[in-house]
């Protein structure tokens, strides 16, 4: 796993130096959410158990000593991926102290443009006005968490082609260090649930009326609405807080696993492209994005399947050792 845990060194040292710079108390950021790590590991082992009894259901089927071997590469991949996310949190809360929020605007000038003149919250919301609201909590917060999180773990306990894992922990690093931190600091935008407060007007006070008529704003959605703001307006910092829409990591993160799904069997093409259009449906129906943030990210890593594909000769020979 060299290269992977290569990167994820080279992106903690950039994302510290980072936070030293533009945050005001950058050594109380740091020592608060290093304080997490643990928990963090713990909260894959508690919330990730599944994906620990498909593990020990393979002993089943193939040699125990395969099996074992894996342990100990999942472990150190465990690890880096929680010190991967932990990192992406802070810097994530801290793009707005490098770029503040200026192109919600253009997004939703942009996201309005090419839906014919209507904002794609109102089609979600015409199309989707009966969509229970605790399913669309667990299916964009709770089912999206585990595999986004921690999918390199999943890779290597899982997959016995070692150059297929190559390039989807490049994919990976791709959806989060690519769209969730480099094109989102240069597109800042905080999305349609917090436009009105960032831009001092009521574009969006539609959307914030049909949250609220269909019980989002009163469900945990909601309430992670608030709490992501709160901890924006105060400068503070927690695990999984930071504020950014474009390119949507969400969508990405899918797009991601879909990919993966049907170069694991073909026949899930068909899960794969509902999996994408369900989430790229919900992540404006909640409020979260433009739909523009949803595309572009589909997008990169769209391009970067196919690149890696077609390299991946050269690539895979470089990358054995992901």
């Known amino acids: 796993m060299q290269f992977f845990l290569r990167f994820v060194a080279v992106y903690f040292i ?32 508690e919330r990730a158990w599944g994906v620990l009894v498909l593990f020990a259901a393979m002993f089943l089927f193939l040699p125990w000593r395969v099996l074992v071997g894996r342990l100990p590469r999942a472990f150190v991949a465990l690890i880096a991926a929680n010190a991967f996310f932990l990192v992406f949190t802070m810097v994530k809360s801290t793009l707005p102290n490098i770029i503040p929020f200026y192109s919600d605007p253009f997004w939703a ?13 109102e089609i979600t919301h015409a199309l989707g006005a009966k969509f229970p609201v605790n399913l669309a909590e667990f299916i964009y917060m709770d089912m999206w968490l585990i595999p986004a999180m921690f999918l390199p773990v999943i ?35 905080a999305g349609p649930i917090y436009y009105d407060r960032i831009e001092m007007s009521d574009r969006f006070k539609g959307l914030l009326l049909a949250l609220k008529t269909a019980g989002i704003s009163d469900s945990p959605i909601g309430a992670t609405h608030e709490y992501l703001w709160s901890i924006y307006a105060s400068k503070g910092q927690a695990l999984g807080s930071g504020i950014s829409a474009f390119p949507s990591v969400h969508v ?8 993966y799904m049907v170069d694991r069997t073909k026949w899930l093409w068909p899960v794969s492209v509902a999996l994408v259009l369900i989430y790229l449906f919900l992540s404006v129906h909640l ?22 594909n077609r390299h991946k000769t050269t690539s895979d020979r470089r990358g054995l050792d992901v």
């Open 252 to 259: 990405a993160m899918v797009g991601v696993y879909a990919l």
């Open 155 to 189: 890779l290597v306990l899982f997959d016995d082609d070692q150059a297929r894992v190559s390039r989807y922990l490049k994919l990976y690093l791709l959806a989060w260090a690519g769209v969730g931190t480099v094109l989102a600091l240069a597109g800042m935008s």
């Open 14 to 45: 950039i994302g510290l130096l980072v936070i030293a710079i533009f945050r005001d108390n950058p050594m109380h950021v740091i020592q608060a959410m290093g304080s997490v790590l643990g928990n963090s590991v713990a909260f894959f082992l």
């Open 109 to 121: 000038a942009l996201d309005r443009v090419i839906h014919f003149g209507i904002d794609p919250w």
């Open 287 to 308: 409020g979260w994005h433009y739909a523009i943030d949803g595309y572009v990210s589909l997008l990169v890593v769209f391009l970067g399947w196919k690149y890696l």
